[in-house]
């Protein structure tokens, strides 16, 4: 089997990578060819066009880029046609990967969703495509089923692969590595900033984070680098901050830390399952914010909210954010009852999601469609 996958960011390289290895189990001989990151590579995909100038927030992020994304589009599509997949495989990102399934379907190229975009956050009015083009939603959110159901589309649920990840880091983790002094840290307390993986979000989000950070003289805040944004980028935000950035080690910062302030996005499960008390936050430009506040009809932003439906992290959006985020660091770090009611709602979260080797079900469904389609 010949599969191309798209994936626009570094969760979706991720999950697209274990998925990969999955695939590669029940068909030796498969080929694969992506639009996406480093670790696709790395599981056996020859990589065409890398994400890392494709990771874009907002309408006019986006516009700004939209020759980039044209270009972009018109090179995947041609790419495609010349590999000729048995079945073109999409992990999220539906700004780019909606019109790519209904350009594959056309052309009688099998399409099948695998991570669905939040189209009920915003977008219904984009299901038609889905109806039209896609075989298979392979969701990762529980109530995801229904949504879709509702649309009559196929949509199949098999847990949550951020369980993957975190039980094969969980199942490799050392206890006994000193953290602190691998990473040249001082011997305080880590607070984890897990700002974001875009450019955009990172400029917005991460000096109001530092901005925080210098009410808690007694801990040390240590970012977690995002694997395609370069130092000097994180450099010139932190200017003279003693803010550290270790690449490469998120779970492992999670780990050693006592607490997280989180860019609302899949990190956010991450930290959950870690069982880190966190607060999310998002901020975007004004003008997207301004618009979303007409499309988005959501009751909360956070994957962990979403999921338990109910408040379960504290949500910050958009103004005020320091001094929000300083108010909640500090319930999360000197409350006992505030950070024990949080872990119980944690442990509530991971039955939720149901159990690990989400992959390798995934992996044998969709082998299972193509010999049967």
């Known amino acids: 089997m010949k599969y191309y996958f798209i994936a626009g960011e570094a969760s979706g390289d991720m999950h697209a990578a274990n998925l990969i290895r999955a695939l590669i189990k029940n068909d030796g001989s498969a080929e694969f060819r992506a639009f996406g990151g480093d670790r696709m590579k790395e ?40 590999f000729k997949p048995d079945v073109l495989i999409l992990v999220d990102y539906s700004g780019f990967n909606l019109p790519m399934a209904r350009f594959a379907a056309e052309r009688g190229i099998r399409v099948i969703y695998y991570i669905s975009p939040k189209l009920w956050a915003w977008a219904k009015w984009r299901m038609k495509t889905i109806q039209r083009s896609v075989i298979k939603m392979f969701v990762i959110l529980p109530f995801e089923v229904d949504f879709y159901h509702n649309y009559k589309i196929d949509a199949e649920y098999y847990g949550n692969p951020v369980l993957d990840s975190i039980v094969e880091f969980e199942g490799s983790f050392n206890p006994g590595v000193d953290f602190h002094s691998k990473n040249n840290l001082e011997k305080k307390p880590i607070v984890a900033l897990l700002a974001g993986s875009r450019k955009q ?173």
């Not at 984070?209 to 009410?215: F, G, I, K, P, R």
């Not at 050693?256 to 996005?265: K, M």
């Not at 959006?317 to 000197?334: N, P, R, T, V």
């Open 201 to 373: 979000e990172i400029a917005l989000l991460l000096p109001e984070m530092l901005a925080a950070a210098v009410n808690f003289p007694g801990y040390q805040f240590v970012i977690a680098g995002a694997p395609s944004i370069d130092p000097p980028f994180y450099e010139r935000i932190i200017s003279k901050s003693p803010v550290r950035v270790v690449y490469n080690q998120t779970y492992d910062l999670l780990m050693h830390a006592q607490a997280a302030v989180v860019t609302s996005g899949t990190a956010t499960l991450e930290t959950a399952l870690l069982r880190v008390p966190q607060v999310v936050v998002y901020k975007t430009s004004a003008i997207t914010f301004f618009v979303g506040n007409f499309l988005v009809r959501i009751k909360y932003f956070s994957l962990v909210n979403l999921i338990l439906d109910k408040l379960v992290v504290r949500e910050l959006l958009q103004k005020g954010l320091a001094g929000d985020i300083s108010a909640e660091l500090g319930l999360l770090l000197f409350d006992a009852a505030y950070r024990s009611e949080m872990m119980n709602n944690y442990k509530l979260l991971r039955e939720e999601l149901g159990e690990s080797g989400v992959a390798d079900r995934v992996a044998q469904r969709i082998d299972q469609i193509l010999h049967t389609l």
């Open 43 to 82: 599981a056996g995909a020859f990589l065409f066009i890398h994400y890392r100038d494709m990771a874009l927030m907002g309408g006019i992020e986006v516009l700004r880029k939209y020759p980039v994304i044209l270009r972009n589009k018109k090179a995947c599509r041609k790419d495609i046609l010349d």
